[in-house]
Structures are given as structure tokens and as C-alpha cells.
């Protein structure tokens, strides 16, 4: 793990391995997206535009869940606002995202089926990124084990004091036991979703469909990984709140899916109304899918 990366000289500022690599996670995304609406005849500009609002949805409410569910983490009002040291929740992110995409959607009335094809490969690229972060900061980390390819983690950090508060090894110990790296399998899942989604992509019969299969296979492999991890403990029917999560998310993409099959087939891609992404602006509301 890697926390702090660099400290700029005579400024105390440092740079935090988490926070960059959420800001990778953002600026990455967000261009994917502007290249995937390029495709889909939806104007760029709203992707940027609306990557505000879903960046800052996003943040709020992936702190405010870790908050809620970790109170003893916070000792004063400005601790709230620390994410660049780690401390966020991706199905908070995920329901803070989800409003901010829904709001800037009444102000500017986009195409939203097809910006919901757009943006859903950049969430499995964000989720790649963000992770990696996770492994840099320390948290999300997963249960011992005595894999090859097992980490251990310097003292002081999230897996060490969990470990020795358990009794597992002593104070003094100079890293933690062996556990599985949970961080690198969720970067590794998300880059093969991303590459599911892309593949998937042209081949949509219906808008909403590319969100939909992220809505369904996300919170299966999440749900798989979430039974390694050993910083979270169950808080109903066994399950840990993400597993909790996944199946409601599951319920849900399965749900949307159904909506869909529901419609006739057609991509707003192909309306002869779409906006090429070289045209300008055209007054007035845009159309709805």
C-alpha cells in the first residue's frame, strides 16, 4: 500500500494515493463517456455537463453512507470531509450519482436511455480505478488466507489494527496476516465488466440495455467478492450491508430489464432526429426517449 504519495515541498500538501486515483477514476470515466455519446448521437456536452452533478452526487453520498455506517471513525465536523483519505461507500456513490443524474435530467431533458448506455461502461471503469485506490489507502480489504498471491499490510493500517484487535497477531507485529487482496479482484472485475459493456454496446436493440447488464452483473461478482472481505460483519440474514445491497440492486437491474423487453425495439442513434455531435445546439427541450 502506498497512502501518501508525495508531499509538495514548502506546502505540506500531500498527495493522497486514494484521492488520485478516485480523480483518475473521474477524468477517465467522464472522457469515455464523451466518446461512447459521440457514437450514440448524444451531444457531449451534456456528458460534461452532467458529470458535475454525478461527481458531486456521488461524493455526497458515498460519504454520507460511510458516515452513517461508520459514526466511530469520526471525530470532528471536518473528518466528514476527508475522502481523499478513503472512507467512502461505491453503493453510497452509486445512490448519490444515481439523484444528481436524475435532477440534471429535469433541468436539461437529454436523451435518457441512451445517457444511461453512455455512462455505464465509465462506471465500470471508475470502479477499476477507484479500487485500486481502496488497495493503496489499506481499506476494503479482504479475510486471511495463504494464497501465492496474498498481501500483507504494514503496521498501523486498517488490516494490521483489525488483526491485532482480534488477537491474531501482537502489537508489535511489523504487518498484518496474509489476506486476500479484495481491492485487486474488484479492479480486475471492473475492467471486465467495462470490456463487457463496450463489447455489448453495438449490439443493443434498445436503449437502456448497456445499463441494464451492468444493473445485473455488477452486483453478482460484488456480492462473490464481498464474501472474502473481513472489514465488514453482517448486519442482516447473514449478509454484510453491500451483499444486502447487491441483491436489491440485482432486484432492480432485473426489473429494468423486463421494462425494456417491454418496448419496441429501436436506439435513438438511429431516430433521424438524434443530434450529430457536430451540430449545434438546437433550441428548445430535447426530445425524450
Not at 20 to 37: D, Y
Not at 88 to 103: C, D, E, M, Q
Request: a neutral charge; glycine letters at 10%.
Amino acid at each position: 500500500m502506498w497512502q501518501v504519495l508525495f508531499e509538495i515541498p514548502g506546502t505540506g500538501f500531500r498527495v493522497h494515493g486514494f484521492g488520485l486515483m478516485l480523480f483518475l477514476a473521474f477524468i477517465v470515466g467522464m472522457n469515455l463517456a464523451s466518446w461512447l455519446a459521440k457514437r450514440s448521437r448524444v451531444d457531449p456536452n451534456d456528458v460534461f455537463d452532467l458529470a458535475i452533478w454525478v461527481i458531486v452526487g456521488g461524493l455526497l453520498g458515498a460519504r454520507g453512507f460511510y458516515v452513517v455506517q461508520h459514526r466511530e471513525t469520526i471525530s470532528t465536523f471536518w473528518d466528514i470531509f476527508k475522502i481523499w483519505e478513503g472512507g467512502i461507500v461505491l453503493y453510497g456513490s452509486l445512490i448519490g450519482a444515481g439523484v444528481g443524474f436524475t435532477l440534471f435530467w429535469r433541468l436539461r431533458r437529454f436523451p435518457f436511455l441512451p445517457m444511461l448506455d453512455v455512462v455505464a461502461p465509465a462506471i465500470a471503469v471508475g470502479v477499476a480505478l477507484g479500487r485500486v485506490g481502496c488497495f493503496l489507502n489499506g481499506c476494503c480489504f479482504g479475510d486471511t488466507c495463504d494464497l501465492p498471491w496474498a498481501v500483507r499490510f504494514p503496521a498501523e493500517t486498517l488490516p494490521w489494527l483489525d488483526h491485532v484487535g482480534a488477537g491474531l497477531i501482537a502489537s508489535d507485529a511489523p504487518r498484518s496476516l496474509p489476506v486476500h487482496p479484495t481491492q485487486l479482484y474488484s479492479t480486475l472485475d471492473g475492467l471486465i465488466l467495462m470490456a463487457l459493456l463496450l463489447a455489448y454496446f453495438p449490439l443493443r436493440r434498445r436503449d437502456g440495455e448497456v445499463m441494464a447488464l451492468l444493473l445485473v452483473t455488477y452486483p453478482i461478482t460484488r456480492f462473490l467478492i464481498e464474501r472474502l472481505r473481513d472489514d465488514e460483519g453482517a448486519i442482516f440474514a447473514g449478509m454484510t450491508i453491500s451483499q444486502n445491497m447487491s441483491i436489491v440492486l440485482l432486484i432492480g437491474g432485473l426489473a429494468f430489464w423486463a421494462y425494456l423487453l417491454g418496448r419496441p425495439p429501436g436506439r435513438w442513434a438511429d431516430r433521424p432526429e438524434a443530434v450529430a455531435p457536430s451540430s449545434p445546439p438546437r433550441p428548445g427541450p430535447a426530445a425524450r426517449p
